[in-house]
């Protein structure tokens, strides 16, 4: 068997995969998290606990209406989306203009109050959500064995961060997201209805996460404790990539992904905190982060 | 700030209020264990002045640590650790975990200060996330068991803390000592800088003080007086576990300080009665403890941002007064 650095490639290879799909997840959720901030100046801490609503939903029209993955996929995202909208309508629109910190405090109430619903009816433990029959199976690529759905994780999130880059860096509404994150008071000024603009951009990030969430259902069991282990990861990726930047926020979602598979292959008992470690290593080098421009 | 705002006889009501109240709780809490099941006292003592503790750094500091819990379930197990292996008195188990927790601050503080705001917040989380991991990996903890049985042993060799109302003088003792000490921190030449960093972190750096060790400092103190707590409590319950270390933690301590009031000595104690109180009387019932504390956390921080002696601070001495959000 061929080896790579004294492990079998297979295995290697394998664990590169892992930390792949872990990546595409830190990118689509840190990415929702940066465009949130940008705009809103809140931290998010609810994005967890819409990446499991996500998942839930799908699992749920599953289980209830029969609706499979594919019209999953388009549903999810709408009715996290829609959540988000209501919660910022109701809740975050009137917390804007006091200290950021409430906007945190208000999404980590939101977040307990989400996971303990859904723990009170489905317990901690999983569910299993089966793949999609067309991506069932898997390739062979010569070198190792993808299963399919797995690479289509990958190309999805890919997809979905090239696309929002796309949108947000590109477009007419990206060019008015932007403004409104330098100045929204000018921005105002010149016509543009920006209170509207601020709702939209959380139920997007809201939708982002719900997107991540389905996607992420096939992968990882259903299970009400997904999205709070993994929340506290993508804040680590948030600081080290600054969220200065959307692109910042995609590229080190992927790259501390696959350093968390790399570390899982070379020293596994590592592997749960080499993502704290590498944020704590950045702190001292660029405490702005790597893409970051604010101090 | 209310205070500087409040015309001097309220100055004086106000004084004067928190010595009666002062003079009552105490009274109270030593009559308490007469009349209260005691080990429900002790737990509420112990998270009393974690919450006080944490309170020293926002309320006093402006700085939102997410992280406590690594101090409190820390110091928990390196109290635990030092009396059941290594067999040390409880005094000395005690004094490891409040200067373990204090080294432990020292290290986490001195990346999150690095950043301010929002970035704070998540750095202690993530850190503390990580010590949570360490602790499940690390054997010295016993993983998903936890450090059980933990003997509570002779204070000083002399008093017999597994005498009920013995070790709940001495949680009592600790508890005051503790507040005391938080209480002169904040009022003392230090505390002011701290609140000067609170109020304008660029104008006290102007006036020449380093606010980075400030903070540190600030941060240290903060972490020690919750590992005290979190000690207190490994030797109350006999035990230290993950819980303890566990993200929610922080998240409580955060509550009992929000719903108490943040920036108030009062507050926390009280937020920290009210929270504890609330877990227990939902831990016989069916409905989850989370939604409640989430409930809590959103209703406080939508409505009821000054917490319940803020509000009483600013209905009744500064009434008609301006909001401070």
Not at chain 2, 25 to 53: N, R, S, T
Request: hydrophobic share 55%.
């Amino acid at each position: 068997m061929t080896m790579i650095f004294g492990i079998p490639v297979q295995a290697f290879l394998g664990q590169l995969l892992v930390g792949l799909i872990n990546g595409s997840f830190y990118a689509m959720l840190s990415l929702g998290l940066a465009i949130i901030f940008g705009l809103l100046r809140v931290i998010n801490f609810a994005h967890g606990a819409q990446y499991m609503l996500g998942a839930f939903v799908g699992y749920l029209l599953l289980v209830h209406l029969g609706i499979g993955y594919w019209p999953a996929l388009i549903i999810a995202p709408i009715i996290v989306g829609i959540f988000g909208i209501v919660i910022e309508r109701l809740a975050l629109s009137k917390l804007y203009d006091i200290d950021p910190l409430y906007g945190l405090l208000f999404t980590f109430g939101l977040a307990l109050v989400i996971e303990g619903v859904f723990r009170y009816y489905y317990g901690v433990s999983g569910n299993p959500y089966s793949v999609p029959a067309l991506l069932a199976g898997g390739t062979n690529l010569g070198f190792m064995f993808l299963p399919n759905y797995r690479g289509w994780v990958v190309v999805a999130s890919l997809a979905v961060c090239l696309g929002t880059w796309f949108a947000i860096e590109k477009t007419r509404l990206g060019a008015y997201l932007r403004a409104a994150t330098e100045n929204p008071r000018l921005v105002q000024a010149f016509g543009v209805n920006v209170p509207l603009l601020l709702t939209l951009t959380y139920g997007l990030g809201s939708a982002l996460a719900g997107l991540a969430g389905i996607l992420a259902a096939p992968v990882y069991q259903v299970s009400p404790l997904m999205g709070s282990n993994l929340i506290i990861v993508v804040f680590a990726v948030v600081v080290v990539g600054g969220m200065g930047s959307i692109m910042g926020a995609i590229v080190t979602g992927y790259m501390l992904g696959l350093a968390e598979g790399l570390t899982k292959v070379f020293y596994p008992e590592a592997s749960s905190i080499v993502i704290f470690v590498i944020m704590a290593i950045v702190l001292l080098v660029r405490p702005a982060g790597l893409f970051g421009k604010d101090a | 700030m209310a205070e500087m705002t409040l015309s001097e006889a309220r100055v004086k009501t106000s004084a004067r209020l928190e010595w009666v109240l002062i003079a009552i709780g105490i009274v109270g809490l030593l009559a308490a264990p007469f009349f209260i099941y005691p080990i429900f006292m002790m737990k509420m003592l112990c998270f009393a002045l974690f919450a006080c503790a944490f309170n020293l750094l926002l309320g006093y500091t402006g700085l939102l640590s997410f992280g406590h819990a690594a101090f409190f379930g820390g110091a928990a197990y390196f109290t635990a650790h030092a009396i059941k292996v290594w067999g040390l008195p409880p005094e000395v188990g005690i004094l490891v975990g409040l200067v373990g927790a204090a080294l432990l601050g020292l290290v986490m503080g001195f990346f999150a200060i690095r950043r301010q705001g929002i970035y704070f917040a998540m750095i202690t989380l993530a850190l503390s996330q990580m010590f949570f991991f360490f602790c499940v990996q690390a054997p010295f903890t016993g993983g998903e068991d936890g450090l059980q049985g933990v003997p509570r042993g002779m204070l000083f060799g002399l008093v017999d803390l597994h005498v009920p109302l013995n070790i709940y003088y001495f949680v009592l003792g600790v508890f005051l000592i503790g507040v005391f000490a938080i209480w002169r921190i904040v009022n003392s030449p230090f505390g002011m800088i701290l609140r000067s960093i609170r109020e304008n972190e660029n104008r006290a750096t102007s006036l020449g003080y380093s606010v980075a060790n400030y903070k540190l400092a600030a941060f240290v103190m903060s972490a020690a007086l919750s590992g005290l707590a979190g000690s207190l409590k490994a030797i109350v319950f006999q035990f230290a576990t993950l819980t303890d270390v566990a993200w929610q933690m922080s998240g409580e301590v955060i509550l009992m300080a929000l719903l108490g009031g943040i920036g108030t000595m009062v507050g926390p104690i009280i937020g920290a009665g009210l929270v504890v109180g609330l877990q227990n009387s939902l831990a016989t019932s069916d409905f989850p403890v989370t939604i409640a504390t989430g409930l809590i956390f959103m209703v406080c921080v939508l409505i009821f941002r000054r917490g319940i002696v803020g509000e009483l601070y600013a209905r009744v001495l500064n009434p008609g007064g301006s909001d401070k959000g």
